[in-house]
């Protein structure tokens, strides 16, 4: 797969009173694109990692630039690609466009933590084999 794709609707909620996204709700947005990737293709969703797993993966670092206004209405298609995974880090290249245009380009720096620990620990085998996949499919898709 490599590169996942997620549609979101920009709804009156993710706006200021002139009709144009309030910037903070494009991390709403990034958030459910991010989630909606570890369920559909790293098939790990949030409900098992924050319920059964006690672990999970919040945001240590995000870069954002914000290219183009997005308005009620529009619908914005996410694409999100994973760059690099370390020990307990993983980075993700996530962007927002609608009708062609680029409105959101941002990086996404996650570590992966369990309940109680404190600080970032290593990804479990599994997860870690699965998202070397995608990375690797990236690669591949790149040369």
Same mark, same amino acid.
């Given at each position: @797969?490599?590169?996942?794709?997620?549609?979101?609707?920009?709804?009156?909620?993710? /706006?200021? %009173?002139?009709?144009?996204?309030?910037? +903070?709700?494009?991390?709403? @947005?990034?958030?459910?694109?991010?989630?909606?990737?570890?369920?559909? *293709?790293? =098939? /790990?969703?949030? +409900?098992? @990692?924050?319920? +059964?797993?006690?672990?999970? *993966? %919040?945001?240590?670092?995000?870069?954002?630039?914000?290219? !183009? %206004?997005?308005?009620? =209405?529009?619908?914005?298609?996410?694409?999100?690609? +994973?760059?690099?995974?370390?020990?307990?880090?993983?980075?993700?290249?996530?962007?927002?466009?609608?009708? $062609?245009?680029?409105?959101?380009?941002?990086?996404?720096?996650?570590?992966?933590?369990?309940?109680? !620990? $404190?600080?970032? *620990?290593?990804? %479990?085998?599994?997860?870690? !084999?699965?998202?070397?996949?995608?990375?690797?499919? *990236?690669?591949?898709?790149?040369?």
């Amino acid at each position: @797969m490599a590169a996942f794709t997620y549609q979101q609707k920009v709804l009156f909620q993710h /706006c200021d %009173p002139a009709g144009i996204v309030f910037y +903070p709700r494009y991390f709403e @947005m990034v958030n459910a694109t991010v989630e909606e990737w570890f369920d559909q *293709v790293i =098939g /790990c969703g949030f +409900p098992t @990692m924050h319920g +059964p797993m006690k672990v999970a *993966v %919040p945001t240590a670092a995000l870069s954002v630039a914000f290219t !183009a %206004p997005s308005k009620l =209405g529009d619908v914005l298609e996410f694409t999100l690609i +994973p760059s690099r995974i370390g020990r307990s880090s993983l980075e993700l290249e996530i962007t927002a466009q609608s009708g $062609g245009e680029q409105r959101l380009k941002t990086t996404v720096t996650l570590v992966f933590t369990k309940h109680g !620990a $404190g600080k970032s *620990v290593a990804w %479990p085998d599994d997860l870690r !084999a699965k998202i070397e996949k995608e990375i690797n499919q *990236v690669v591949e898709n790149n040369a």
